[in-house]
């Protein structure tokens, strides 16, 4: 699993910035992942159902392509 999520939550610290992540457990380790929220096409709002933000999370790196999970 690469280490692009911290170098990237490093950089952006200095403006006071994140990426979305969610901690999530594979086997028996704890792991971060990028959690990208899904947004609405029709008002350009964050989707929602039953008032809970829905989210997906990559398989896949955006920034270097490596898988993350199985």
Do not use: H, W
């Amino acid at each position: 699993m690469c280490d692009c999520i911290d170098k990237i939550n490093l950089a952006l610290s200095e403006g006071d910035q994140e990426l979305p992540t969610v901690v999530a457990r594979r086997g028996d380790d704890l792991v971060l992942e990028l959690s990208i929220p899904l947004m609405r096409k029709d008002e350009g709002k964050i989707e929602s159902r039953k008032g809970r933000p829905r989210r997906m999370v990559a398989k896949y790196c955006p920034f270097c392509g490596e898988k993350q999970r199985d």
